[in-house]
C-alpha cells in the first residue's frame, strides 16, 4: 500500500491547511493536554519545548515543531491501545535486559517481539477485534493490565501530590 506522491501544489496547500490547525491551538493548550495526559513533568515540558521550533519557508515562517507534536497528539488519540502494546514490548525488553549473562542479548530480540506483537495486539484492539486465543491474546490482556495499572498509578500520584503540596 503506497501512498501517491503530492504534487508541489498539493504539498503547499497541506503544510498550509497544517500551519492553520496549528495555528488554531494555542501552545498552552498543548501543554494543558499533555500536562492531563498523565505523562511525566520532564516528559511534557521536553515535548512542550518542541512547540518553539520553528522553520522560514519562502516569506513565512511554519511551527514546524507544533505541527509535529499535534500530529503525535492525534495519532495517539486515534491509537491508544496501539501505543500502550508498544510501551508493553519496549517494557518486555528492558525487562529481559535484567536477566544477568545473556539479558543484553536476548533485549534486542525482545523488544522487537515485543513491540510488534504489542503493536498488532493494541491495533486490534483499537479495531474492535478481540483475539480469544494465541500470544495475541496474551499481549491484548497485557495491554489491559498496563492500562488499569497505569491508570491506578496516576490516580495514587495525584492524590499523593495534591495531598503534599496542600499539606
Do not use: C
Not at 501543554?31 to 512547540?51: A, C, I, K, M, Y
Not at 491509537?79 to 539479558?103: C, E, K, Q, S, T
Not at 504489542?118 to 498496563?146: C, E, F, N
Request: aromatic residues 8%; glycine residues 8%; hydrophobic residues 50%.
Amino acid at each position: 500500500m503506497t501512498t501517491p506522491a503530492l504534487s508541489p501544489a498539493q504539498a503547499n496547500l497541506k503544510l498550509a491547511l497544517w500551519q492553520v490547525d496549528a495555528d488554531s491551538m494555542s501552545s498552552s493548550d498543548l501543554f494543558v493536554w499533555l500536562n492531563d495526559s498523565g505523562l511525566p513533568l520532564e516528559v511534557t515540558t521536553r515535548l512542550h519545548q518542541l512547540v518553539t521550533y520553528t522553520k522560514k519557508a519562502g516569506h513565512k515562517v511554519i511551527a514546524i515543531g507544533k505541527i509535529i507534536l499535534i500530529k503525535i497528539i492525534e495519532f495517539v488519540q486515534a491509537n491508544r491501545n496501539l501505543v500502550m502494546g508498544m510501551a508493553v514490548g519496549v517494557a518486555a525488553g528492558f525487562l529481559a535486559n535484567a536477566i544477568p549473562f545473556v539479558g543484553p542479548f536476548l533485549a534486542p530480540i525482545a523488544t522487537l517481539l515485543g513491540v510488534s506483537i504489542g503493536a498488532i495486539s493494541g491495533h486490534q484492539l483499537d479495531q474492535g477485534y478481540r483475539q480469544s486465543d494465541g500470544i495475541t491474546a496474551v499481549a491484548q490482556s497485557l495491554i489491559r493490565i498496563a492500562q488499569e495499572f497505569f491508570k491506578l498509578f496516576i490516580d495514587v500520584i495525584n492524590i499523593v501530590f495534591n495531598n503534599v503540596v496542600t499539606a
